[in-house]
């Protein structure tokens, strides 16, 4: 499971390359995360995560993909980012 390597590794996505995606915004359910920010995928969970100021780039607009409107706001990093996981939860837990 990649949000327990994350946790385990203390790095964003258990420190796997590529880019890294986070926003700053909160959703109440999973498919209005997944509307707001046009993922391909139902997401499984909300981690807050604190990570070393500047690791991500500022914040933009999410356009429409996967058949999605967007419109929340995103951030990006790329490489390695050292993350502490503050709190998690499932989409569904406690609604």
């Known amino acids: 499971m990649a949000f327990r390597r994350g946790a385990e590794t203390r790095l964003v996505r258990g420190g796997r390359a590529g880019s890294h995606f986070a926003t700053n915004d909160a959703y109440a359910t999973a498919e209005e995360a997944q509307a707001k920010l046009a993922l391909p995928n139902l997401p499984d969970l909300v981690a807050e995560l604190e990570v070393p100021r500047g690791a991500f780039g ?37 609604q």
Not at 77 to 90: D, L
């Open 58 to 94: 500022p914040a933009r607009t999410v356009e429409e993909a996967f058949g999605f409107p967007g419109g929340g706001t995103e951030r990006i990093a790329t490489g390695p980012v050292p993350a502490r996981v503050v709190s998690h939860r499932y989409y569904g837990e406690g």
